[in-house]
């Protein structure tokens, strides 16, 4: 199956973490922002999810600067593509109850 025949199934979600390790050594935030552009564009704001792959990340990066990163991509996001990319989504997926 290919990635894109992926995304067409509805439950397809995907934690985004890791993207420094896939920038490599020399990663930033250009060089991480296709795989985040990828991702959203094929999955959308419901089926994503925040993820900081520490202590993996170690070898490239720190848990502060990746955060970093992925938080300056997501400010060109809406309030709400946020909240549920940053919030709303873990919830309703790892189905905690925040009552």
């Known amino acids: 199956m290919r990635r894109r025949e992926i995304?067409?199934?509805?439950?397809?979600?995907?934690?985004?973490?890791?993207l420094p390790v896939e920038g490599g050594p020399n990663w930033s935030i250009d060089t991480v922002r296709p795989y985040v552009e990828h991702i959203v564009d094929a999955l959308g704001f419901d089926r994503i999810m925040f993820g900081s792959d520490y202590p993996a990340q170690d070898s490239v990066s720190n848990f502060v600067d990746s955060t970093a990163a992925v938080v300056q991509i997501m400010s060109e996001t809406s309030a709400d593509e946020n909240d549920r990319y940053f919030y709303r989504n873990a919830v309703r997926y790892y189905r905690m109850d925040v009552t």
Do not use: H, M, Q, R
Not at 7 to 18: E, F, P, Q, R, Y
């Open 7 to 18: 995304a067409t199934l509805d439950n397809v979600i995907c934690k985004i973490s890791g």
